[in-house]
DNA sequence: TCCTTGTTTCGACGACTGTCGAGACAGAGG
DNA sequence: CCTCTGTCTCGACAGTCGTCGAAACAAGGA
């Protein structure tokens, strides 16, 4: 159901972003706005494999299992990232597309 | 010029941010995960001549001259834009090196 | 079966944010 | 000088967000 348009990658040079499509975006950047959330978003696409379960992540905060569990929530909502589980744990990876478009619309000179 | 510092560039993948970078950059995604402000800024980047003054940001929603202004300032700290007086209008571009900052970051395969 | 460990959901609290109206500041022109 | 227009600051309010403890759910092992 993912098929992109042309439209999802135009940057915001080209023309100005309706409000639809802004808040889908904004939706995204908002799950980015959050020191916690990006860290953790840069641990699981730095970790080996590309996946990272969540016994990894908790510890490197000082913060509750529960909080960080909230955010990873609101990264899988925002499609940032997907879990699935495998036995016992749960383990995390980074959804490449959505980072693209992000990138895309920030990008001022697209890739010509 | 196009080649920026390794440090500033480095995409998530390479490796987990620090505390002190993640909380800068997630002040700038904030700004950017709103509708609203994430309009502005497209207004103004894909204005002709790359800046245009408030007065012609105002009429496009539905809301106050202190609500705009706000959305103004909040990008203004975050780094995006910045805005000079000519005579009576305000006009405001955009800051193109830290849209590249954030651009870089979730790029995940880096032009190589 | 019961117990232990990993992860999420629920309910609550303080802090922050988007919005507004009223007023202040800046510049242009009588 | 005064006034008008454009923009920002201030103070206040409702709504949202990050965080926690307690409890629930899921899977594995005694």
Not at 103 to 110: K, T, W
Request: glycine share 8%; net charge neutral; aromatic share 4%.
């Amino acid at each position: 159901m993912s098929k992109q348009g042309p439209a999802c990658c135009s940057p915001l040079t080209g023309e100005p972003l309706d409000a639809e499509r802004a808040a889908d975006l904004a939706r995204m950047f908002k799950a980015l706005g959050e020191p916690v959330r990006l860290r953790l978003l840069s641990l699981i696409a730095s970790h080996e494999g590309g996946e990272a379960c969540v016994c990894e992540l908790t510890g490197v905060f000082d913060l509750t299992g529960p909080t960080i569990s909230h955010h990873l929530k609101v990264l899988r909502a925002a499609g940032l990232i997907r879990g699935d589980r495998r036995g016992t744990w749960i383990y995390y990876r980074v959804e490449p597309e959505r980072l693209r478009q992000a990138s895309a619309l920030l990008d001022l000179q697209p890739a010509s």
